[in-house]
């Protein structure tokens, strides 16, 4: 009988892993919904989503702002915090997308903190 051979997996399908393996353990609720960051290789992109009804409460990206990514990205875990504050939301759980905790996605973290979010 023939072995079967496993292909590797891209590089897509081992962040994907990843991150339903940090899904498992990361929900967001209405009181304290989930920080979500996507990375692209030119943007970045963040979303504060209530999974317990499966809605999106805010969402914001770095396509109208100018500057270096690192840059852009702390600014957008800035404007994420000021729309999350004007929504009543001041606890979140940080939900960094099966990416590694480091540059663009530490970057979006530390402005949202510095922008008043706790988690």
Do not use: C, W
Request: net charge positive; aromatic share 6%.
């Amino acid at each position: 009988m023939a072995k079967k051979v496993r292909r590797p997996l891209s590089r897509a399908q081992e962040r994907t892993r990843r991150h339903l393996r940090v899904r498992k353990k990361v929900n967001g609720t209405a009181a304290r919904p989930r920080l979500v960051v996507f990375r692209s290789l030119k943007h970045i992109y963040a979303q504060l989503v209530d999974d317990s009804a499966n809605h999106t409460l805010a969402t914001v990206s770095d396509q109208s702002l100018a500057g270096k990514k690192s840059e852009k990205s702390a600014e957008v875990g800035k404007l994420i915090a000021e729309k999350a504050k004007s929504a009543g939301i001041t606890q979140v759980v940080f939900d960094r997308g099966g990416y590694q905790y480091h540059g663009r996605v530490k970057a979006v973290a530390d402005g949202a903190r510095e922008g008043g979010l706790e988690f």
